[in-house]
């Protein structure tokens, strides 16, 4: 059953914290993308990659770092720098690096609290 | 920086009534794509029109796009409850086409 995952679903930060938010995916996909999403709003880039071990700055990454070792992940940080980090992420994955027409296929989210 | 600006916010009809989302965007696009979030979930692909098409349709929905004036409109015909969702517009810019760039959704309530 292929699909994009991530893990947890819900995830709690105490002040001060950094923790990371998982998205694997078994697609064979070779873009994946990090989003941001506050309630009411649309979906902010955070990072992207289209390779292994590259990744570029999105629109808001400041406060975020991100891994690209395997192909099918793609964990995202979000450290102690990251102000405001109460949010929905979600993870994406397509089959192109941005020169081909395909979709874009989500995970189903993991909503972080700070606490 | 957001690259599509959907319009409206909210829009609430009936059931069986259809509805109309408009999308602008700001720069020359390699494609333009319709997505669906239901509340809390994940999006969902739902169509996509390259830049050289000006229609698509794909069951109920009905996708335009003109990029003289930059801007796409979703049509759902013959609305049902479970359309109830929101709707986003995103871009493939051609200059920095790896990114797919969202706007801030339309969301939708279809009323029994």
């Known amino acids: 059953d292929g699909g994009i995952t991530q893990s947890p679903k819900y995830l709690f930060r105490k002040e001060g914290q950094n923790v990371t938010l998982s998205c694997e995916q078994n697609l064979n996909h070779d873009a994946m993308y990090w989003y941001r999403q506050d309630p009411g709003q649309g979906l902010r880039l955070i990072y992207y990659s289209q390779i292994v071990n590259d990744f570029q700055k999105g629109d808001i990454a400041e406060g975020y770092s991100v891994s690209r070792e395997k192909k099918e992940s793609f964990p995202l940080t979000v450290t102690s720098a990251q102000k405001n980090p109460t949010a929905f992420y979600l993870c994406?994955?397509?089959?192109?690096?941005?020169?081909?027409?395909?979709?874009?296929?989500f995970g189903q989210g993991t909503r972080l609290t700070v606490v | 920086s957001q690259q599509g600006e959907e319009d409206p916010q909210a829009l609430s009809i009936q059931e069986g009534e259809n509805a109309t989302m408009n999308c602008s965007y700001k720069t020359s696009i390699n494609n333009l794509q319709w997505y669906r979030q239901n509340s809390g979930r994940g999006l969902v692909h739902l169509i996509l029109i390259r830049s050289n098409e000006r229609e698509k349709h794909s069951g109920r929905l009905r996708v335009t796009l003109d990029t003289s004036k930059k801007s796409s409109s979703l049509l759902i015909t013959a609305s049902r409850a479970a359309d109830t969702a929101s709707y986003f517009c995103a871009t493939r810019p051609i200059q920095g086409a790896q990114k797919l760039v969202f706007g801030q959704g339309t969301r939708l309530t279809i009323n029994p």
């Open positions: 994406a994955s397509s089959t192109d690096r941005g020169y081909e027409n395909t979709e874009a296929f």
